[in-house]
């Protein structure tokens, strides 16, 4: 029999994460799934169990909280069978800054960046110092375009895309993969829960949560770094972080520009 494996998903009580459950569960993982509401996550347990039968662990904990964030980063330092951390657990409230609450900002900002940081050193070590492992960091398309409703969501997300291209820079001479996922809309509970419901979307637009999870996995399975599930045209990618590169080549002149006319 071989050494077992564990993934732990974040946000794994629905949406995209329940189903990255059932995924790395069928791909021969046991699983340490995360969120608060413990009764659903024991709901996606109990099927994954008698669908894959291999062993899955609820962990409740909330990770807008230091303690419970405590929690999952004794897991993920300790457990030696650890080869799979998907950040995935997120949060949307989408409203102008002046209607919305403070609280609601920094809910953002503490479950979708800090907690997928703490989580992220929380395994580092251990990954390289095994020279193995998998961080999937689920960000989205609203990493790279701000709506009038999305300034904080947006941000935590463009925090996500450049954390997470940050660590492949420093991981790219290991065996440790850290693939990042650009999810478009996909129909979960995040829209209702957002103020902004699912159903007041353009439904062409909407992607079903399995196809998300199996276009991303396809992703990773070929090697890709950086996945748009939705996106027909790769390239569109590739020029996009062309046209970046070429930009940050271009601010190290050290002078003004001549359009500012500085003498
Ligand atoms: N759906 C989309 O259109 C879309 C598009 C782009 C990116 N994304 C991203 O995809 C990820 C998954 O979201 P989803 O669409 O699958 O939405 P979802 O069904 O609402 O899932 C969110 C998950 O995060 C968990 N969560 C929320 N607050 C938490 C907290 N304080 N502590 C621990 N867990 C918490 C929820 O569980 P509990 O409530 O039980 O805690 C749930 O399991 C998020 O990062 C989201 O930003 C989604």
Redesign the pocket.
């Known amino acids: 029999m071989s050494a077992p494996k564990t993934a732990v998903i974040?946000?794994?009580?629905?949406?995209?994460?329940?189903?990255y459950a059932d995924r790395f569960a069928k791909r021969g993982y046991d699983l340490v799934l995360?969120?608060?509401?413990?009764d659903?996550?024991e709901d996606v347990a109990d099927q994954i169990r008698k669908a894959h039968g291999v062993n899955v662990e609820a962990l409740q904990?909330?990770?807008?909280?230091d303690n419970?964030i405590a929690k999952v980063e004794r897991v993920l330092s300790t457990n030696p069978t650890v080869r799979i951390l998907v950040?995935?657990?997120?949060?949307?409230r989408l409203k102008p800054l002046a209607q919305s609450l403070l609280q609601d900002s920094l809910?953002q900002i503490?479950?979708?960046m800090t907690?997928l940081t703490r989580l992220t050193h929380a395994v580092l070590p251990a990954f390289v110092k095994a020279n193995d492992g998998l961080i999937i960091n689920?960000?989205?398309?609203?990493g790279i375009h701000a709506l009038p409703v999305s300034a904080v969501?947006s941000g935590?997300?463009g925090f996500?895309i450049n954390f997470t291209r940050g660590l492949q820079e420093e991981l790219a001479s290991t065996g440790v993969r850290v693939q990042l996922?650009?999810?478009?809309?996909?129909?979960?509970?995040?829209?209702d829960?957002s103020g902004i419901p699912l159903s007041a979307l353009n439904q062409e637009a909407?992607?079903t949560?399995e196809n998300?999870v199996d276009a991303a996995l396809s992703g990773l399975d070929n090697g890709e770094k950086v996945t748009w599930p939705s996106v027909a045209d790769a390239t569109l990618w590739d020029r996009y972080d062309e046209a970046r590169s070429a930009l940050f080549a271009a601010t190290q002149t050290g002078k003004p520009a001549p359009r500012y006319n500085i003498a």
Request: a positive charge; charged letters at 15%.
């Open positions: 974040t946000g794994a009580s629905s949406g995209i994460g329940a189903v995360v969120a608060r509401r413990v659903r996550l904990a909330d990770l807008e909280k419970d950040n995935n657990a997120g949060l949307a809910a503490a479950l979708n907690s689920i960000a989205s398309v609203l969501y935590t997300k996500v996922v650009n999810p478009a809309t996909t129909a979960t509970e995040i829209w829960n909407v992607m949560t998300m």
